[in-house]
C-alpha cells in the first residue's frame, strides 16, 4: 500500500497570461507512484473487476484508487533507462484478458507481455521480434480492418507488426519496409487524403498504395526532413483548408512545431518550413490528439517535456510542464492551455553521470515519458491523462463533468 497525494491545478490560462476559451477543463494531479522511474505505462483492466488499472515497468497499481499494486515482471535497468519503453494493451492470446505489447531500446526487441489471470502471479514476456532499438511503439489500424497493428519506431528500420493470430501462440506477420526511410520518430495520417492511413517518418512518408500488409504495397515520398523528432509525428488537418498538416516535438532540442501542407505552383503538394508552436518546451517525445473538453472532437494536441530524455542536452535542467494546445482557425494561431507546470532542477550535478531525476527535480515533477494515454480511467465521462516518466507516475483528473 502507498498514500496518493492530489493537487488541484489551479494554473489557469489567464494566470499566464495565454488566452482562455469557454469550457477548458481544470486538473487535478493524482501522485500515482512519484518514486517510480519507468517512462512507459498501460491502462487496462488486469483483474476484470470493471475498473481500470495503470500497469508502469515492474508493478501494477489497482484502479480506481491506485493504492494497491501488484507485481508485473522483472524489467532490466539500463544506466538511467528501463527496458520498458511501451506497454500498449493488447488482448494477444485471445483469452479475453489484456495482455500488453512491449518493446526497448537496449534490449532491441518487441514482446508481448501474457496476463496470467490472477495479481499474485507473475506475467510473462514473450519475444515477437528484435527489430532494433525501439524506443517506444503505439497501436494503430494501418491495415484498415478494425484492428490495431504494432508499429514501434525502431530507429533504424521502419516496421510495423499485424497480429493475424490471436492463440497461446500468436502468430504476427512482420510488414518491413527498410532501413532508408528510418530515423529518430515515426508517426501516421492520412497525408494525401485518399481514406487510408500513411506512415510518416523524419524523412519523409509511405502512401498507402496497395495491400498494407505488403511491404510492396507501400510507396515512399521523400518530401521533407524533420530531424530527430519526437516518436509521434501527427498528420492531421490543423487549419481546415483540406490538407493534412504535420504535427510533431523535437525529441532531444527545443520546440514543440508543425509544418502545412501547401501547394505548389504546378498543384503539386508541398510542404512549408516548420514553425513553431511552443518554444519553451524541450525532449518532446510524445503528443496525442485528444478529446478533453467533451465537444466530441479530438482536436486538442496534448503533450510536453520527457524528463532527462538525455541527462545533457537541451534544456536538461528546465522545468517540466505537461500542456494542451488548440489551434483558432479563424485566427491562424495555437493557443497554450498548461495542464501541469514544474520547477527546474536547480542543483543538478553538471556530471550527466551524477544526475538523477528522482533527486534533481522536485518530488511530484511530472513529465510526458515515452508514453502517453487520454482515457476516462475514473469512468465519470471525461477524458484523463496518465503520465509516467523517469521523475514519477501521475494521473491527471481531468475536472470537467465535476464542475
Not at 71 to 96: L, W
Not at 221 to 233: D, M, P, S
Not at 340 to 348: H, I, V, W
Request: proline share 5%; charged share 25%.
Amino acid at each position: 500500500m502507498h498514500p496518493i497525494r492530489t493537487t488541484i491545478l489551479s494554473l489557469s490560462v489567464l494566470a499566464l497570461g495565454l488566452p482562455a476559451f469557454a469550457g477548458a477543463p481544470m486538473w487535478k494531479k493524482h501522485d500515482v507512484n512519484p518514486a517510480s522511474a519507468f517512462e512507459a505505462a498501460g491502462v487496462l483492466d488486469a483483474d476484470g473487476d470493471g475498473k481500470l488499472d495503470i500497469i508502469s515497468g515492474t508493478t501494477g497499481y489497482r484502479g480506481p484508487s491506485f493504492q494497491e499494486t501488484f507485481k508485473v515482471r522483472e524489467v532490466k535497468k539500463q544506466g538511467t533507462y528501463y527496458n520498458s519503453f511501451s506497454e500498449i494493451p493488447m488482448d494477444v492470446n485471445g483469452d479475453g484478458k489484456p495482455d500488453f505489447v512491449s518493446c526497448s531500446y537496449f534490449g532491441k526487441n518487441v514482446g508481448w507481455v501474457e496476463n496470467p489471470g490472477s495479481l499474485d502471479k507473475t506475467w510473462t514476456y514473450h519475444e515477437i521480434d528484435v527489430p532494433g532499438p525501439s524506443e517506444a511503439a503505439v497501436a494503430i489500424d494501418l491495415t484498415g480492418d478494425g484492428k490495431p497493428e504494432i508499429l514501434p519506431n525502431t530507429v533504424n528500420v521502419v516496421v510495423f507488426y499485424i497480429l493475424e493470430k490471436a492463440a497461446s501462440e500468436p502468430k504476427w506477420k512482420k510488414v518491413d519496409l527498410g532501413t532508408a526511410a528510418a530515423g529518430h520518430g515515426v508517426g501516421t495520417g492520412d497525408v494525401n487524403g485518399d481514406g487510408k492511413l500513411d506512415i510518416i517518418t523524419p524523412k519523409g512518408w509511405f502512401e498507402a498504395t496497395g495491400d498494407p500488409s505488403d511491404p510492396k504495397g507501400w510507396t515512399w515520398h521523400g518530401e521533407f526532413n524533420l530531424g530527430a523528432t519526437g516518436i509521434q509525428i501527427l498528420g492531421k488537418d490543423i487549419d481546415g483548408d483540406g490538407l493534412t498538416d504535420l504535427v510533431y516535438g523535437m525529441g532531444h532540442d527545443r520546440g514543440l512545431l508543425w509544418v502545412k501542407q501547401v501547394k505548389g505552383t504546378g498543384g503539386e503538394r508541398a510542404w512549408s518550413k516548420p514553425m513553431m508552436i511552443d518554444d519553451t518546451v524541450t525532449s518532446v517525445h510524445t503528443q496525442v490528439w485528444a478529446d478533453l473538453d467533451g465537444d466530441g472532437q479530438k482536436n486538442e494536441l496534448v503533450s510536453g517535456k520527457r524528463v532527462y530524455a538525455h541527462e545533457v542536452e537541451t534544456g536538461d535542467v528546465e522545468a517540466s510542464q505537461v500542456a494542451y494546445y488548440t489551434f483558432d482557425r479563424d485566427k491562424k494561431e495555437w493557443r497554450k492551455h498548461p495542464i501541469f507546470q514544474g520547477e527546474p532542477a536547480k542543483d543538478a550535478p553538471k556530471d550527466a553521470a551524477k544526475r538523477d531525476a528522482q533527486k534533481d527535480f522536485p518530488r511530484g515533477t511530472a513529465g510526458t515519458g515515452l508514453e502517453m494515454t487520454a482515457i476516462d480511467i475514473d469512468g465519470d465521462g471525461d477524458i484523463d491523462l496518465v503520465c509516467p516518466g523517469k521523475s514519477g507516475l501521475y494521473w491527471f483528473e481531468n475536472l470537467s463533468k465535476s464542475r
